[in-house]
């Protein structure tokens, strides 16, 4: 069975208010591969899996599902 995020690249930037949470971020998710997203709370981690599912607009950059 194929993954829901087969060959996803997400490239943004997000910030909240005049704190920047993320900047020139590049990840690519590969088929059959786990990842986990860590780091201090208020970092941003949230932020990926709502630009991904659409739930959120990247501030730059795109994200590209195949």
């Known amino acids: 069975m194929e993954g829901l995020l087969n060959d996803t690249s997400i490239r943004c930037q997000s910030s909240f208010g005049d704190r920047n949470l993320f900047e ?3 990840i690519k998710f590969n088929p059959g591969n ?22 959120l607009e990247a501030q730059t950059g795109h994200v590209s599902m195949g």
């Open 24 to 26: 020139d971020v590049n």
């Open 34 to 55: 786990c990842y986990g997203l860590i780091g201090a709370n208020g970092a941003g981690k949230i932020n990926i899996p709502e630009i991904l599912s659409g739930e």
